[in-house]
T-cell receptor, first 114, second 114 residues
Framework: SQTIHQWPATLVQPVGSPLSLECTVE??????LYWYRQAAGRGLQLLFY??????ISSEVPQNLSASRPQDRQFILSSKKLLLSDSGFYLC?????????????FGPGTRLTVT | AQSVTQPDIHITVSEGASLELRCNYS??????LFWYVQSPGQGLQLLLK??????LVQGIKGFEAEFKRSQSSFNLRKPSVHWSDAAEYFC????????????FGQGTRLTINP
């Protein structure tokens, strides 16, 4: 069966510091991968998605970036965090070949920028 | 662009009562529709999905949803709620070729009274 991991689970970082959140998927190959942000009391905002290694689509212009160095690894980064980057970050995957749209989510990373 | 509206931000029901959460979507073609549930501090779990065929779909945890094209709705129902159903519920519609992306509603927070 497929599993998705995210780490760290929680993170407290000062403004201006760098960020690296990692997401890995097991038990599948060539998945579509997604990064979402969920601000307190709000819905999900799609940040990036990837349909293959090195292929990244950005949905929202901001100081975040994403990379996919391996088939089942998706990394969210920032060079300098802003207060507004605080939130709950969720990684998700969907079967790339299946193309049915259902996505499966990881446990999330709670980021607090101080 | 597609959009999803969940008119109820917060709903409170008594344990054992029936539940209906509303979802309206905007999409030109036959949509791919989903309901997800999120417990506090957790990722999202897929409850059920609609792609085509029977307009009444069954999901996990005793939930069901009915697709009504004439009303552009995909309401979630449960005949008798349990205290463990207290959570945030998100409706989503697939977007893009093969529904590679999901557009989420803002969510409905469900509180269960004992």
């Amino acid at each position: 069966s497929q599993t998705i991991h995210q780490w760290p689970a929680t993170l407290v970082q000062p403004v201006g510091s760098p960020l690296s959140l990692e997401c890995t998927v097991e038990g599948t190959s060539n998945p579509n991968l997604y990064w979402y942000r969920q601000a307190a009391g709000r819905g999900l905002q799609l940040l990036f998605y990837s349909v293959g290694i090195g292929q990244i689509s950005s949905e929202v212009p901001q100081n975040l970036s994403a990379s996919r160095p391996q088939d089942r690894q998706f990394i969210l980064s920032s060079k300098k965090l802003l207060l507004s980057d605080s939130g709950f970050y969720l990684c998700a995957w969907s079967p790339g070949a299946y193309l049915r749209g259902e996505q499966y989510f990881g446990p999330g990373t709670r980021l607090t920028v101080t | 662009a597609q959009s999803v509206t969940q008119p109820d931000i917060h709903i409170t029901v008594s344990e054992g009562a029936s539940l209906e959460l509303r979802c309206n979507y905007s999409y030109g073609a036959t949509p791919y529709l989903f309901w997800y549930v999120q417990s506090p501090g957790q990722g999202l779990q897929l409850l059920l999905k609609y792609f085509s065929g029977d307009t009444l779909v069954q999901g996990i945890k005793g939930f069901e949803a009915e697709f009504k094209r004439s009303q552009s709705s995909f309401n979630l129902r449960k005949p008798s709620v349990h205290w463990s159903d207290a959570a945030e519920y998100f409706c989503a519609v697939g977007e893009g070729q093969g529904a590679q992306k999901l557009v989420f509603g803002q969510g409905t927070r469900l509180t269960i009274n004992p």
